[in-house]
T-cell receptor, first 115, second 117 residues
Framework: GDSVTQMEGPVTLSEEAFLTINCTYT??????LFWYVQYPGEGLQLLLK?????DKGSNKGFEATYRKETTSFHLEKGSVQVSDSAVYFC??????????????FGSGTRLQVQP | GAVVSQHPSWVICKSGTSVKIECRSL??????MFWYRQFPKQSLMLMAT?????????EQGVEKDKFLINHASLTLSTLTVTSAHPEDSSFYIC?????????????FGSGTRLTVV
């Protein structure tokens, strides 16, 4: 079945440091890929997405490129802020699904940004 | 964009009582909604898939009689934790997807923190 593997956290960075959170996936066909962010005590918010190979999703300074050849969707940000401290989840869905199947999530990566 | 409203955001109840959590899609119709449970510092665990007008599909190991799911309309699904015990204390999150949205994104509620005392 489909699966998503994320790097284990926590990831601790100083403000303005470069961020990479690795995500690889296993799926048949061409899944859609997502990054969600969860701030403490809250639900998940969609951060960015990509629906086909070589697509780059971007939002709030975060970027991720859909790499089919390496089955990866790594999250990057050039300069993190304290407010980026949260848990980040990589996920995939079957684009042929009509919404009846849940997303497949990675285990989540906690990011802590220190001033 | 698609919005999912989850209520209440937190609840404290006594052991043995039941608690109902609501999940509403505010600006789209959701024939399917999903219920997750999240333990501290862990990922989301899918509990069940809620289908409008039919029985929910539960994941292996989830007790159907303890976690009752009702999806009576295209915009509302409810999760009732029956005869709650302290081990049911957790963070519960619902999710839905607008089948009419070709971007394939799923929208999540803000979660419900349940504490059973």
């Amino acid at each position: 079945g489909d699966s998503v593997t994320q790097m284990e956290g926590p990831v601790t960075l100083s403000e303005e440091a470069f961020l990479t959170i690795n995500c690889t996936y296993t799926a048949t066909g061409y899944p859609s890929l997502f990054w969600y962010v969860q701030y403490p005590g809250e639900g998940l918010q969609l951060l960015l997405k990509a629906t086909k190979a070589d697509d780059k999703g971007s939002n709030k300074g975060f970027e991720a490129t859909y790499r089919k050849e390496t089955t990866s969707f790594h999250l990057e940000k050039g300069s993190v802020q304290v407010s980026d401290s949260a848990v980040y989840f990589c996920a995939l869905s079957d684009p042929m699904d009509t919404g009846r199947r849940a997303l497949t999530f990675g285990s989540g990566t906690r990011l802590q940004v220190q001033p | 964009g698609a919005v999912v409203s989850q209520h209440p955001s937190w609840v404290i109840c006594k052991s043995g009582t039941s608690v109902k959590i609501e999940c509403r899609s505010l600006d789209f119709q959701a024939t399917t909604m999903f219920w997750y449970r999240q333990f501290p510092k862990q990922s989301l665990m899918l509990m069940a898939t809620s289908n409008e007008g039919s029985k929910a599909t539960y994941e292996q190991g989830v007790e159907k009689d303890k976690f009752l799911i009702n999806h009576a309309s295209l915009t509302l699904s409810t999760l009732t934790v029956t005869s709650a015990h302290p081990e049911d204390s957790s963070f519960y999150i619902c999710s839905a997807r607008d089948a009419a949205d070709s971007s394939y994104g799923y929208t999540f509620g803000s979660g419900t923190r349940l504490t059973v005392v």
